[in-house]
């Protein structure tokens, strides 16, 4: 049911479907955070989607700010993805044998990424950062690893240890069925804190195979790297012998290009995509130095595989992608969009004295319910979810889709025009105007 009081849209059919779901799927949903606990009530069922429009099952049309967790940045149905994949789907859904598809996806990405010389494609953020860190230790001959709190990088047992995004959001410390064997090796800190890496590293100096990263830490809503940061991580890692990773399954192609690492000038050993370079089908790839992906089956030792790894209407759907995306302008119109969204909410946040603050990079955004500095995980959990769930429910009422927590982050599309988002700045005033 609905929270009380915030909703006069038509979600009949989706609250039907939804009770039909939940005797099928756990949850009545394939990810938790779709079925919406993070804001309370059922969610909302969808039917298809247009340039930056989605519908639901009842006929409401939302201003999508999801973009299927981000890999939409092109809008829905852009021409020339819907083109390639429908010819690819023609010559064969899939062979399990090689195509020239793969290594044009290929060489687009390590055209846009100067610090990835070779990759390897496999179907999901999750398969990318567990066989980077596979071949990290495979390279270093180590066991253990470090990550930060809050930072998500899928569901593989040995990173589900204080993990953001739906395990934030559903307050699970941990999952049970993580024997404590998987995780031993996984040593976790705050984010944006250098001092604990060192101290980490002072204590395991020759045990830490990686550090893995996500340089802009969206699984916790949008948490940015303090200056320095990252810069840190690089030259701890490489003071030690450690691999850094980037985990820019989400940044990748979103915030430039070449992903956060272009934006902050610094070369990861490995690199980690999803998303984007899918075009919106199931795709992962991880990548970097030759020196270290010659380790990877079969040309090294280190066993990696996949029956739809490389997918020729995934790579259809990603080549198209990054090709409209490496046009000159894209990201400079994406800043622009991004830019007149984040300075109009800045200053309904102003205006209104609301206890909130906006957070925003690149074309990703998030609204905390709190004025108190975030940096990390403990700095988030101090916002008012149940604030954040009354705005969740008026935007959508209005007709704007956003994440169902939180703990998630916004995300902007090529497809939105501007009077689309002047419009969001309005709503959004107006709902902060009630909330006071
Ligand atoms: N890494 C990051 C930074 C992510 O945001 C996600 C998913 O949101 C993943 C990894 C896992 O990707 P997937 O859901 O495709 O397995």
């Keep these: 049911q609905l929270p009380t009081g915030e909703q006069k849209l038509n979600l009949s059919r989706s609250h039907a479907l939804y009770q039909e779901a939940q005797q099928l799927m756990p949850g009545g949903v394939n990810s938790p955070v779709r079925a919406f606990r993070g804001v309370g009530g059922d969610p909302v069922f969808l ?40 010819d690819a789907s023609k010559r064969g859904f899939t062979f399990g044998a090689p195509t020239q598809a793969e290594s044009e996806l290929a060489r687009l ?9 070779m990759i390897r494609f496999v179907n999901s953020g999750t398969e990318a950062t567990m066989s980077a860190l596979r071949v990290a230790r495979a390279y270093t001959g180590r066991s253990k690893i470090v990550k930060f ?19 934030a959001t559903l307050g699970l410390p941990d999952s049970p069925g993580v024997p404590r064997e998987t995780t031993v090796n996984t040593l976790t800190v705050p984010y944006n804190d250098i001092e604990a890496i060192k101290q980490v590293f002072s204590t395991y100096p020759d045990e830490i195979a990686a550090v893995i990263v996500e340089p802009i830490a969206a699984n ?19 003071s030690y012998g450690s691999l850094l990773i980037f985990d820019e399954v989400m940044t990748g ?67 198209a992608t990054l090709k409209e995306l490496r046009k000159p302008g894209q990201y400079e119109r994406l800043e622009h969009k991004s830019q007149l969204l984040g300075d109009g909410i800045t200053r309904v946040l102003h205006d209104t004295g609301a206890d909130a603050q906006f957070v925003r990079l690149g074309a990703m955004f998030c609204l905390y319910f709190t004025r108190e500095p975030i940096h990390n995980y403990a700095d988030v959990k101090q916002a008012d979810t149940a604030r954040f769930a009354s705005y969740f429910w008026s935007m959508l009422e209005r007709g704007y889709y956003l994440p169902p927590s939180q703990y998630e982050s916004c995300f902007l599309s090529l497809a939105q025009e501007d009077a689309q988002l002047e419009e969001t700045v309005k709503a959004v005033e107006s709902i902060l105007r009630q909330q006071a």
């Design 253 to 319: 192609f979103r915030v430039a290009l070449g992903g956060m690492q272009e934006r902050v000038g610094i070369t990861p050993d490995l690199t980690c995509f999803g998303k984007i370079i899918g075009g919106g089908l199931p795709v992962g790839a991880y990548g970097g130095r030759r020196e270290i992906m010659q380790v990877v089956a079969p040309l090294g030792p280190m066993y990696q595989a996949g029956t739809l790894s490389g997918n020729p209407l995934a790579m259809a759907a990603g080549v």
């Design 149 to 167: 709190s809050g930072c998500y990088h899928g569901h593989a047992d040995m990173l589900l240890v204080q993990a953001g995004s739906g395990v």
């Design 47 to 86: 039917e298809r989607a247009e340039g930056p429009y989605l519908y639901d099952v009842d006929g409401n049309r939302y201003l999508d700010f999801v973009q299927s967790w981000g890999p939409m940045i092109l809008g829905f149905g852009f021409p020339d993805v819907l083109d390639a994949v429908m």
């Design 109 to 117: 990405v390590i055209d846009s990424v100067p610090s990835v010389e």
């Design 220 to 238: 916790m809503g949008l948490v940015l790297p303090v200056p320095g940061f990252l810069e840190g991580l690089r030259e701890v890692t490489a």
